[in-house]
């Protein structure tokens, strides 16, 4: 088993980073022999992956990382870095490592004091590996001040220093740090092959396999939870149920609440315990008294605590709507393709009847615009609009079509 084997469907993506990792390895073992750098390296200090949701942009980083700590013996006979057995791939794949950041946050942005962290610690030499890989999985996420503050640290990075950014597309990256980052695009990985990761690694029976694969239409992460976790399959079915609900103003309204309610049972079950267990740590290292009487002058610390909590109750709120979204939006991309007669595979064979319904008593220009009401209730989530309230204005165009 290698490093690479997580990575689905990125066969290109995978021989870049293979070559790099050999070069970085070669890199670092002249400079330790006191030799003179190989010429010609195709090891760089930046890079940027980005790819559709699913595509695997963190794995694809969490990887590379890995083959850049590599200690395999077999290195020295001519083998390729990034055995998966050595103990610097172990522990960067899990986690551990000294000298592998990986860096993903449950807030709705990264800020300035967060990335100025991260540089000072981008200017320390390795502990243990052979070199400081830092892993910011949501580079999207950094606020204008945070990416001003990343770009002299990429601008100028310590010697053996490197920088794995993810971000979904080049737009959602500032230009002056991505023009200064390796680019490596990743694709949606083919259903087929998702199923047999599935299969094979997480010991899913075939048929649930493929069905969850073709459901999330080669999204790894979700297909996983959506074979694994019953309450998972079953909001998504809740949420295929949708456009047959919408006939009438009042089931609009309805339809549009429970969607609400759903996302919120899922932020406060996802959030409960982790606020519980994150605010007795911090009263226990703030020093509270017997009956949970704070000391004096720590009520500042424990409004922050309140308040970073609220925001990751958001942002998992968020993400559970917009992961409902698109479903809906698979749902209606299955009518259009019923509509046009296209021979694409549905990905929602297990609700055929409501499909078929659906392309029935509609017009392919009705499902198109019933997409755009999909994608326009998602910009307006991105925009900070009220949830409720875009989510009705949602349900109310797809009763109009």
Known sequence: MSVWDDLVGQDRVQEQLGAAAQDADALVTAVSAGERVPPGSRMTHAWLFTGPPGSGRSTAARAFAAALQCTSPDRALGGAPGCGFCDGCHTSLVGTHADVEVVRTDQLSIGVKETRELVRRAQLSPAVGRWQVIILEDADRLTEGAGNVLLKAVEEPAPRTVWLLCAPSLEDVLPTIRSRCRHLTLRTPPVDAVADVLIRRDGIDPDRAASAARATQGHIGRARRLATDEKARARRAAVLKLPLRVDDIGGCLKAAQELIDTAADDAKQVSEEVDVRETEDMKTA????????????????????????????????????????????????????????????????????????????????????????????????????????????????????
């Open 286 to 401: 703030l020093g509270a008294v017997a009956g949970g009487r704070m000391p004096r002058g720590t009520a500042g610390v424990m409004k922050e605590l309140e308040d970073k909590q609220k925001r990751r109750k958001t942002r998992t709120q968020r993400d559970s709507l917009d992961l409902a979204l698109t479903d809906l939006t698979g749902f209606y991309r299955d009518v259009l393709a019923l509509q046009l007669g296209s021979q694409i595979a549905l990905s929602n064979v297990d609700v055929r009847d409501a499909l078929d319904r659906i392309a029935r008593s509609s017009t392919p220009e009705r499902t198109l615009r019933r997409i755009e009401a999909v994608i326009a209730c998602r910009g307006a989530l991105d925009r900070n609009v009220a949830p409720l309230l875009a989510v009705e204005a949602m349900t109310m165009a797809l009763r109009a079509g």
